[in-house]
C-alpha cells in the first residue's frame, strides 16, 4: 500500500470540506446567486401577497423557501421541506447562476397592482410578461431599475396614468408593449433613447400630444403601433428615418397635415395604416415607392387630389383603403396591375370617370367598394371574372345601362348593392345562380320587366331591396320559402300579385314594405307568425278583406301602415296588445265599428291616422291617455257625439 506524504495528509480536510458541500441536497454552485435567489423568492412572495385572492392567484406554485443549513445532517432530511427555489415556481426561469432572468405571468387572470414589485430585487431580470391580466393603476418609475431588461410586455390590463419617463433608462430594450390599457398623457420622449427598440406597441390607450420627433432615433424598430389614442398634431417628418420599419400603425387619431413625403424611404415597409385621421393634401406619390407594401390604409382622412398612377406599382398589394376622402379624378387604369390585390376600397370620395374594365384583372378580389362617388357610364363586363369576389359595392353612383349577366360567373358573391344609381333594363335573371347571396340591393334606378322567379333559389337571402323602379309582373313564389329574410323593401313599383299566399312565416324578418304597388288580394295571417317584425308597410294597394286578427300576435311591431287599400271590417282587439307600436295608418279604407278600447294600452303611440274610413260611436277617452301622441287624425268617418276635452291638453 502507497504511504501518504505529510502534504497530501493536510490536504484531506480540504477535501473532506469539498466532498461534504457537493454531497449536501441544498449545496449551491455559487453563495452570491443562493442570496439573490433568496431576495427575488422574498420578493415574489410579498408581491404576490398584495394581489387580490382569486383562483389564478391560487394556480400560482410559490412557496416559501427553505432555509439553507449548509452542514446539514442526514437525520435533520427526514423532516426537510420541499425545495421551492423560484426558478421551479410557475412562470419563472433563471439563469444559470440561479438568478431569475425570466418572468412570464401572461394570462394568468392576475388582479392587482405594481406597487409591491420590487424592480430593485430583480437585477438579471431581461424578460417581463404580464400582458392579457387584470392589472391596474399606475406603472411605477422603478420599472427602470431592470437595467438588464430586454423584453416588456403590460399590454392588454388595465394600467393608467402616464407612461413613465424613466422608461427610457432601459437601454437594452428590444420589445416595449403597453398596448390595451388605459394610460393617458404624452408619449415621453425619452422613448428616444431607447436605441435597441425593434418593437414598440402603445395602441389602443389615451395617449395624447405630439408623437415626439426623437422616436426617428429608433433606427432599429422594425413594427411601431401607435393606433387607437388621441394623439394630434404632424407626422414627424423623422419617421422617414425608421429604415428598418416593417409596420406603421398610426390609424385612429386626430393626426393632422401632409403624410410626410419621405414616407417613401421605408423600403422595407409592409404594412401602412394611416386611416381615420385628419390627414390633408395629396397622397404622395414616393407612396409608390414602397414596394415591399402588403397593406396600405389612408381611409377617413380628407386626403385630396387624384390617386396617384404610381400607387399602382406596389405589386404586393394585398389591401387598398383609400374610402372616405375627397380624392377626385378618374380610377387610374393601371390598378388592374395589382394582381395580388384582395381588398379594394375606394367608396366615398369624387371620383369620376368609367370604372376601368381592367379592374377585371383583379381575379383574387374578394372585397370590391366603389360607392358613393361620380363615376359613371356602363357597370364593365369584367367584373364577372372577379370568381373570389364576396362583397360588391357599386351604390350611390351614376352608372348607367343594363346589369351585366356576366355577374351570374360571381358564385362566392354574397352581398351586391347597386342602388341609387341610372341602371335601366331588367335584372338580369342569371342572378338566380347567386346562390351564396345575402344582400341583394337593387333599389333607386330605373330597373323593369319581372323579378327574377328563383331568385332565393340559395336559400341565404336575408335583404332584399328593389324599391322606386318600374318592376312589373309577380312577387316571386319562391319568397315564401326564403325563411332568413330579414329585411324587404319592395315598394314604389307596379308589381302585381295576389299576395294572399305569397309571403310566409319569417322568423327573423325585422322590416317588410310592399306598398305602393298593385297587389291585391287579402292579407296573410302568417304576419302574425312573424316574432320580431317591427314595421309592415302595405299602403296604396288594392288590399281587400278584413285585417287578420293574428296580427296582433306580432307583438314587436313598432310601425303598422295599411292605409289606402278596400279593406273592411272591425280592428282586431288584439291590437291592444302591440304595446311598442309607434305609428298606426289605417286610413282611406272601409273599416269600420268602434274604435277599441284596446288602444288605451298602445302607450308608445305617436301617430295614428284612422281617416277617411266608416268608423262610428264616439271617440273614446282612452286616447286622451296616449302622452306620446302628436298626430291623430279621424276626420271622414261617422263619429258621433263631441271631442273628449281631454283631447286638446
Known amino acids: 500500500m502507497t504511504s501518504l506524504t505529510s502534504a497530501q495528509l493536510c490536504f484531506l480536510p480540504y477535501c473532506l470540506v469539498i466532498l461534504l458541500y457537493v454531497s449536501s441536497p441544498n449545496w449551491v454552485a455559487f453563495p452570491a446567486a443562493t442570496s439573490t435567489s433568496h431576495t427575488e423568492a422574498k420578493a415574489l412572495l410579498k408581491w404576490k401577497a398584495s394581489l387580490f385572492l382569486n383562483q389564478a392567484l391560487n394556480n400560482l406554485t410559490w412557496y416559501d423557501p427553505p432555509t439553507h443549513h449548509i452542514h446539514a445532517t442526514n437525520s435533520s432530511s427526514t423532516n426537510r421541506k420541499p ?23 401572461s394570462t394568468c387572470g ?12 430583480f437585477p438579471n431580470l431581461e424578460y417581463l410578461n404580464l400582458s392579457l391580466n387584470k392589472l391596474f393603476d399606475a406603472i411605477p418609475p422603478q420599472i427602470s431599475y431592470l437595467s438588464k431588461l430586454h423584453h416588456l410586455d403590460l399590454s392588454y390590463n388595465q394600467f393608467s396614468g402616464r407612461i413613465p419617463p424613466e422608461i427610457g433608462l432601459l437601454r437594452n430594450l428590444r420589445f416595449l408593449r403597453l398596448s390595451k390599457n388605459t394610460l393617458l398623457g404624452e408619449i415621453p420622449k425619452e422613448i428616444g433613447n431607447l436605441k435597441s427598440l425593434v418593437n414598440l406597441r402603445l395602441s389602443y390607450n389615451n395617449l395624447s400630444g405630439l408623437i415626439p420627433p426623437n422616436i426617428g432615433n429608433l433606427i432599429n424598430l422594425n413594427t411601431l403601433y401607435l393606433g387607437k389614442n388621441q394623439l394630434f398634431g404632424l407626422i414627424p417628418k423623422e419617421i422617414g428615418n425608421l429604415k428598418s420599419i416593417v409596420d406603421l400603425q398610426l390609424s385612429f387619431n386626430n393626426l393632422s397635415g401632409l403624410i410626410p413625403p419621405n414616407i417613401g424611404n421605408l423600403i422595407k415597409l409592409n404594412t401602412l395604416y394611416l386611416g381615420t385621421n385628419q390627414l390633408s393634401g395629396l397622397i404622395p406619390k414616393e407612396i409608390g415607392n414602397l414596394k415591399s407594401l402588403v397593406d396600405l390604409e389612408l381611409s377617413e382622412n380628407n386626403l385630396s387630389g387624384l390617386i396617384p398612377p404610381n400607387i399602382c406599382n406596389l405589386i404586393n398589394l394585398n389591401t387598398l383603403y383609400l374610402h372616405t376622402n375627397q380624392l377626385s379624378g378618374l380610377i387610374p387604369k393601371e390598378i388592374g396591375n395589382l394582381k395580388s390585390l384582395v381588398d379594394l376600397e375606394l367608396s366615398e370620395n369624387n371620383l369620376s370617370g368609367l370604372i376601368p374594365p381592367n379592374i377585371g384583372n383583379l381575379t383574387n378580389l374578394n372585397t370590391l367598394y366603389l360607392d358613393s362617388n361620380q363615376l359613371s357610364g356602363l357597370i364593365p363586363k369584367e367584373i364577372g371574372n372577379l370568381k373570389s369576389l364576396v362583397d360588391l359595392y357599386l351604390s350611390v353612383n351614376q352608372l348607367n345601362n343594363s346589369i351585366p349577366a356576366s355577374f351570374a360567373n360571381l358564385s362566392n358573391l354574397e352581398i351586391l348593392f347597386l342602388r341609387d344609381n341610372q341602371l335601366s333594363g331588367s335584372i338580369p335573371q342569371e342572378l338566380e345562380n347567386l346562390k351564396n347571396l345575402t344582400f341583394l340591393v337593387l333599389d ?53 300579385s295576389n299576395i294572399s299566399e305569397d309571403f310566409g312565416v319569417y322568423p327573423n324578418l325585422d322590416f317588410m314594405d310592399i306598398s305602393h304597388n298593385n297587389l291585391y288580394g287579402e292579407i296573410s295571417h302568417n304576419w302574425g307568425q312573424c316574432p320580431k317584425l317591427t314595421a309592415l ?27 289606402s287599400n278596400h279593406l273592411v271590417g ?32 298602445l302607450i308608445d303611440l305617436d301617430y295614428l291616422d284612422l281617416s277617411t274610413n266608416r268608423f262610428s260611436d264616439s271617440i273614446p277617452s282612452i286616447l286622451c291617455d296616449l302622452h306620446k301622441l302628436y298626430h291623430l287624425n279621424l276626420s271622414n268617418n261617422k263619429l258621433s257625439q263631441a271631442i273628449p276635452l281631454q283631447l286638446g291638453k
Open 570 to 601: 272591425l280592428i282586431p282587439i288584439g291590437f291592444g296588445r302591440l304595446t311598442f307600436l309607434e305609428r298606426l295608418k289605417l286610413n282611406r279604407n272601409q273599416l269600420s265599428g268602434r274604435i277599441p278600447l284596446e288602444f288605451g294600452s
Open 444 to 496: 333607386t334606378n330605373q330597373l323593369s320587366g319581372y323579378l327574377p322567379p328563383n331568385i332565393c333559389q340559395g336559400g341565404k337571402l336575408t335583404n332584399f331591396s328593389v324599391h322606386t323602379n318600374y318592376l312589373t309582373g309577380p312577387i316571386p313564389k319562391c319568397l315564401k320559402n326564403c325563411k332568413g329574410l330579414f329585411r324587404v323593401r319592395l315598394e314604389q313599383n307596379q308589381l302585381r
Open 83 to 105: 425545495r421551492t427555489s423560484p426558478c421551479t415556481w410557475t412562470g419563472v426561469s433563471c439563469n444559470s447562476a440561479g438568478s431569475v432572468s425570466k418572468l412570464n405571468l
Open 537 to 563: 308597410r302595405m299602403a296604396r294597394n288594392n288590399l281587400t278583406g278584413s285585417i287578420p286578427p293574428e296580427i296582433g300576435n306580432a307583438t314587436q311591431i313598432h310601425e303598422l301602415d295599411l292605409s
Open 110 to 121: 392576475i388582479q392587482g397592482t405594481l406597487h409591491e414589485f420590487s424592480f430593485l430585487s
